[in-house]
């Protein structure tokens, strides 16, 4: 089942006091391209973040976005630098004798000062961060490869549809293509008989025009390796691995055979309908841009 490139995805997970949320978000790209905002407590894990979500997420560029939730205090704690306090004490003390103003320095006024109250990391064992983040990141995976996945079911009917109109498109230029050597020799009898004036023609020479014509605008190569290229479309399109690149090549390889079928037209009616395959082609192609 074929999956979309776009999609969301949200997951929260805690562990003790630790909590984080995890949101996904992916677009089109050709390659896979992720990008990862985190807090600092995640860092060292961002190589294990992408391993686990490019297990899941095979293309496209993703950005994960790691939220570590309101309590700080099982990561981070206030600690004062009591050596920093005592000298910005002793300073303040030496000022106020300086200038014979006497009195205690209020406690709020000396904790607001630089450096003398900072916050400090607190030792957090790695196995539970891991769990946690594993935990968010799952949920997160699971969501956006649902919403893939529905995207790409509905991708899907939409392109099973353009196939079948290119079948029957197909259907109507090898019928079409068939007749063209027959007009031609019509038309060519036509004027022949309107220009020979009494002189005779050479059936010889006739029937190896005609021949040479049909050799010309003969299509029947293209339409076999257009109904070849259609059939494995239609396989890729039920293969439960990311086939995005391969049903973009194979759309490539149609449309080269439509060229050619319409650079071998020299009938009206022929090259209607190969236009018509390549607008059908076209609004596939666009399908294929998103396609994982």
């Not at 805690?14 to 992720?34: C, G, P, W």
């Not at 449309?255 to 209607?272: C, V």
């Amino acid at each position: 089942m074929i999956k979309s490139m776009t999609g969301y995805g949200r997951g929260q997970a805690q562990r003790d006091n630790l909590s984080f949320t995890v949101e996904i978000k992916a677009v089109n790209h050709r390659y896979a391209d992720m990008n990862i905002k985190a807090p600092r407590l995640v860092t060292p894990f961002e190589t294990h973040i992408k391993k686990q979500v490019g297990a899941v997420l095979k293309r496209g560029k993703i950005d994960i976005y790691v939220t570590q939730n309101n309590n700080a205090q099982a990561t981070v704690k206030p600690v004062v630098n009591q050596s920093l306090a005592a000298a910005y004490l002793e300073a303040l003390q030496a000022l106020g004798d300086l200038e014979g103003v006497a009195g205690a320095v209020p406690l709020e006024y000396l904790a607001s000062l630089p450096d003398v109250i900072k916050l400090e990391d607190v030792s957090v064992v790695e196995a539970e961060i891991l769990s946690c983040l594993e935990a968010a990141l799952a949920d997160a995976l699971a969501a956006i490869v649902s919403m893939r996945s529905a995207e790409g079911a509905a991708t899907a009917v939409d392109m099973v549809e353009r196939l079948g109109l290119l079948r029957e498109i197909l259907g109507n230029i090898e019928a079409q293509a068939a007749t063209v050597p027959l007009e031609w020799q019509r038309k060519l009898n036509e004027r022949l008989t309107r220009l020979q004036n009494g002189t005779e023609m050479d059936p010889q020479r006739v029937a190896q025009e005609i021949a040479v014509f049909a050799d010309r605008c003969d299509i029947s190569e293209e339409l076999v390796r257009f109904r070849s290229h259609l059939d494995q479309f239609s396989e890729l399109m039920d293969t439960p691995e990311p086939v995005g690149r391969q049903l973009d090549f194979l759309v490539q390889e149609l449309n080269r055979e439509a060229n050619t079928m319409g650079s071998k037209s020299n009938d009206a009616t022929l090259t209607r309908y190969v236009v018509g395959l390549k607008s059908e082609l076209e609004k596939i192609r666009e399908q294929v841009q998103n396609i994982e």
